[in-house]
């Protein structure tokens, strides 16, 4: 299985500055030049809701503030800049192959 | 618009037969995978697996593979997964989602004697 590593489990940033938040994949989850990883973010007691797809393509709806990049086994969400709606649990997942794993998950915290 | 909307939440003793529902509209029902994702209170995301729901392929998660079963209605565009024998480490929300981007709003099940 691929695993998929977030890295801090939390993160906390003040209102208004870029939060970056990485995930790093045990191989490569590319396949001919497309990047099968996968952004949501989750607030409790709701689904997850996508958030980028294939790495830097943002779903519509969701605000410009969030940027995706990444490719091969390291990937990146950007949030710039950050806002008091964005205090949410944000994870990784890969579609390359199953299972479709999922990333532990970062924690983002208004300092 | 797209919607899936799933059955209600369960109480149920270890043992007893569970099924979840996931009711969708508002598109093709059989032209994407549906997706089943677990989550344990605090915890994060596992993927159960996928069921095409054109013909009933399926890929699930090894780690599920002696627990769930997924199946399709094609007539009432709903998909569900049983889960067999539930422990309480089957105690969760369960959520059926679209590939990647549209999903239920979750069921819980609570496994407990």
């Known amino acids: 299985d691929i695993v998929l590593t977030q890295s801090p489990a939390s993160l906390a940033v003040s209102l208004g500055q870029r939060a970056t938040i990485p995930c790093r994949a045990s191989?490569?989850?590319?396949?001919?030049?497309?990047?099968?990883m996968h952004w949501y973010q989750q607030k409790p007691g709701q689904p997850p809701k996508l958030l980028i797809y294939?790495?830097?393509n943002l779903e519509s709806g969701i605000p410009a503030r969030f940027s995706g990049s990444g490719s091969r086994t390291d990937f990146t969400l950007t949030i710039n800049p950050v806002e008091p709606d964005d205090v949410a649990t944000y994870y990784c997942?890969?579609?390359?192959?199953?299972?479709?794993?999922f990333g532990g998950g970062t924690k983002l915290e208004i300092k | 618009q797209v919607q899936l909307q799933q059955s209600g939440p369960q109480l149920v003793r270890p043992g007893a037969s569970v099924k979840k529902s996931c009711r969708t509209s508002?598109?093709?029902?059989?032209?994407?995978?549906m997706h089943w994702v677990k989550q344990r209170p605090g915890q994060g995301l596992e993927w159960i697996g996928m069921?095409?729901?054109?013909?009933?392929?399926?890929s699930l998660n090894q780690r599920f593979k002696d627990k769930a079963t997924l199946t399709v209605d094609k007539s009432s565009s709903t998909a569900y997964m049983h889960l067999s024998s539930p422990t309480s480490e089957d105690s969760a929300v369960y959520y059926c989602?679209?590939?990647?981007?549209?999903w239920g709003q979750g069921t819980t099940l609570t496994v407990s004697s």
């Open positions: 989602a679209r590939k990647t981007d549209y």
């Open positions: 508002g598109y093709s029902f059989t032209r994407h995978w």
């Open positions: 069921i095409d729901p054109s013909d009933g392929e399926t």
């Open positions: 191989e490569s989850v590319e396949s001919y030049g497309n990047s099968f």
């Open positions: 294939r790495a830097f």
């Open positions: 997942q890969q579609s390359y192959e199953d299972p479709y794993t």
